[in-house]
């Protein structure tokens, strides 16, 4: 008996294509459950944390550690511009969050990584495409938080784009992604009771597994055909990848999706670390999306001139502050080729590093995004910074006196209610008993600037109290 013919090439395609996308699908829903592990364990201590902003430096590491909870700098954004738009939160202490957020929500990528970590060569790799948009986001805040501090680099133009843009309004954004990823999370939260612990290890377990024939199958897929439509298109130049990574990143409104679907290409071998740095610089770009629709919508939710619109607009100010933070690092750290060579370097530097000993990894994530946090907002909590970020005008007129003191009623017409304790009747009512007083009474100048006469001199339409 003759053995059964082999699949012919396209059929083998079309089976090895839906075993990826059933991957991806378990890829994605692990990154799910894992950010609602952190959620159900640690939202409500990352939001009481936002709360408790005394200066800039605690704000910035109150940023990284809540990111870090909960695995996602959108969900921290968004509720750092909530947070601001409801007053519990001021622009001084939500624009120092936001750059926090930055290095915070790259704690996933890492956590990716260490799914190759029973590989040597894989492992380092990847450890090297998870770290790397790390230190482009550690020397971002190096650069532009003094900057920041000092000049209001980033408030300054956020301020200009706000008075522009406020009035735009905001729409609710969909996530193609979650649409899938978020009911299957829900039955597995469901099966486990909402325990935040169980949840974590069920999402590890996925991730470990969904890494595993990821990758088998990204070789297959990829290496061939599909890897030179990447290096010939996606990463050919710098400017499509960095576009391509705003895209997708603001399609699916996750950086942690875009930027960890990266990581086990590299780790394949399929790409390098330079080839990915611009796409991850994109995704940042396209995670601030969610925070600035959020925050337009909030915006636009209150009546001309409440508290409630001037509060909307000082949430679209922080949102826009966290777009310019990742367009000025970009600025900086992708055109000059010296520069961008440094988070590159330093990427590789982690990843030969955590070869030598496998605790070095699990050692950088406990003490990068946990511990230094910590210890610095303990150690930071009582210093004295000014820190003065600039307003935008909308937001100076909403909040000034005249534009939110409430308007004076109109006179009343009871005249047995509005009779002045002197006995005179309202303005442009006559005296009972006399008729020459038809006429409303005319104030006689007073020496004093501050005399009933005076006040109605100048505001004819007042009721005498």
Do not use: C
Request: aromatic share 6%; proline share 7%.
């Amino acid at each position: 008996m003759e053995p059964p013919p082999a699949p012919t090439r396209p059929r083998r395609t079309i089976v090895q294509a839906s075993g990826l996308l059933l991957v991806l699908v378990l890829f994605f829903t692990s990154l799910e459950l894992m950010g609602s592990s952190f959620q159900l364990m640690g939202r409500g201590v990352a939001e009481q944390l936002l709360r408790t902003t005394s200066n800039p430096f605690v704000g910035l590491f109150i940023g990284i550690l809540a990111t870090s909870l909960v695995q996602s700098s959108s969900t921290v954004t968004t509720l750092t511009v909530s947070i601001v738009a409801a007053g519990g939160l001021t622009i001084s202490g939500a624009i120092p969050i936001v750059m926090g957020a930055n290095i915070g929500t790259s704690v996933t990528n890492t956590v990716v990584s260490l799914g190759a970590v029973t590989r040597k060569e894989e492992f380092r790799r990847a450890m090297g495409a998870a770290t790397v948009h790390d230190f482009f986001n550690f020397l971002a805040v190096v650069v532009f938080f003094p900057l920041e501090l000092l000049f209001q680099v980033i408030s300054r133009p956020s301020a200009y784009l706000t008075d522009a843009l406020a009035d735009v309004g905001g729409t609710q954004l969909l996530s193609p992604i979650e649409q899938i990823t978020e009911p299957i999370a829900h039955v597995v939260i469901g099966w486990t009771g909402e325990d935040g612990g169980v949840v974590l290890g069920v999402g590890l377990a996925l991730l470990f597994v969904s890494l595993r024939f990821l990758v088998q199958l990204l070789k297959a897929l990829v290496l061939g055909r599909f890897e030179q439509v990447l290096h010939t298109t996606v990463f050919r130049h710098a400017g499509i990848s960095l576009v391509v990574g705003i895209v997708i990143t603001f399609l699916v409104q996750s950086s942690s999706i875009t930027t960890s679907l990266t990581v086990p290409l590299v780790g394949a071998g399929i790409l390098t670390v330079a080839q990915i740095y611009p796409f991850v610089l994109g995704a940042n770009i396209g995670t601030t999306m969610t925070a600035i629709v959020a925050a337009l919508a909030l915006a636009g939710s209150g009546a001309p001139g409440t508290t409630e619109a001037a509060l909307g607009i000082a949430a679209v100010k922080v949102a826009f502050a966290h777009l310019f933070f990742n367009v000025f690092g970009i600025l900086v750290f992708l055109p000059l080729h010296r520069l961008r060579r440094v988070p590159i370097r330093l990427a590789h530097a982690v990843g030969a590093l955590t070869v030598r000993s496998r605790a070095y990894a699990f050692a950088y994530v406990l003490a990068v995004f946990f511990l230094l946090p910590l210890l610095t907002i303990v150690a930071t909590r009582n210093l004295d910074v000014n820190y003065e970020p600039s307003v935008p005008e909308r937001l100076e007129r909403s909040l000034s006196p005249a534009a939110t003191e409430p308007p004076s009623p109109p006179p009343s017409r009871d005249s047995s209610s509005t009779r002045s304790s002197t006995g005179e009747p309202p303005v442009g009512e006559p005296s009972t008993g006399d008729s020459s007083a038809a006429e409303p009474p005319v104030p006689k100048p007073s020496d004093e600037a501050g005399s009933e006469s005076g006040r109605l001199e100048t505001d004819p339409d007042a009721s005498i109290p």
